[in-house]
């Protein structure tokens, strides 16, 4: 499953659930509209998550997301921030993603990425379970 955070006025929201759905339409994805969604679900039982998707609105979310850090470490991150700042650039980094794009320019990137990344998986699945 990927889970995905994107806040109800996120800009590309429509955007990346269709690049989603284009280039891994057998995994569900599940949205998570607010960070107190998104927080409830990482207490959870977090097996059946793959890869989590965010998508970043401002600093200020940022830094929201990043008190929730304990529960983002060793999950398999890929994030769209806003635009190129390099305060939350710093902050990203922080969390570990896998892979960042922007809003701005560049977030088409997030579907081949996670195809790739999905890829990467079934192949190390295949090979502990010979």
């Not at 800009?11 to 994805?29: D, K, M, N, S, W």
């Not at 806003?82 to 320019?105: Q, S, V």
């Not at 998986?121 to 295949?126: F, G, N, R």
Request: aromatic residues 6%; glycine residues 4%; positive net charge.
């Amino acid at each position: 499953m990927i889970l995905f955070y994107a806040a109800e006025n996120n800009p590309v929201v429509e955007a990346l659930e269709q690049i989603v759905a284009g280039e891994i339409p057998t995994r569900p994805l599940i949205r998570c509209r607010s960070l107190n969604v998104l927080e409830q679900r990482l207490r959870r039982p977090r097996n059946d998550i793959d890869v989590i998707l965010i998508s970043v609105n401002d600093a200020i979310e940022m830094r929201q997301l990043n008190a929730m850090r304990a529960l983002l470490i060793d999950l398999r991150l890929v994030m769209v921030l806003p635009w190129r700042d390099e305060d939350i650039i710093a902050w990203a980094h922080k969390l570990g993603p896998r892979f960042i794009a922007f809003a701005d320019n560049g977030y088409e990137q997030v579907g081949p990425v996670l195809r790739k990344m999905f890829g990467a998986a079934k192949v190390i699945h295949l090979c502990l379970h010979r």
